[in-house]
């Protein structure tokens, strides 16, 4: 599985974004109904490449989700630039 991609986990209702991969399995950061769950590592027939162009809702819970990271890490100058390039659209 490419790193850096979004997945569809099979029979979980969920879909995540691929961390790291390696020839057995794959790290995901799992998010279901909107909400991350954290890392999870599954097996390359556990997960389904999806579509990588994100429709405006996922968009927007993505940003939310990189603000709450932001926020739980402390992050200050990603939270500042979150919030600059949301200030300029």
């Known amino acids: 599985m490419k790193e850096e991609s979004w997945v569809k986990i099979k029979n979980q209702k969920a879909i995540g974004f691929v961390l790291d991969s390696d020839y057995n399995s794959c790290m995901v950061y799992v998010i279901r109904d909107g909400k991350p769950e954290g890392e999870k590592r599954f097996s390359h027939y556990q997960v389904h490449p999806l579509n990588n162009e994100l429709v405006p809702e996922d968009?927007?819970?993505?940003?939310?989700?990189?603000?709450?990271?932001?926020?739980?890490?402390?992050?200050?100058?990603?939270?500042?630039?979150?919030?600059e390039a949301e200030e300029s659209k």
């Open 59 to 83: 968009a927007a819970t993505l940003k939310h989700l990189h603000i709450n990271m932001a926020l739980d890490t402390n992050d200050r100058e990603w939270l500042k630039s979150l919030v």
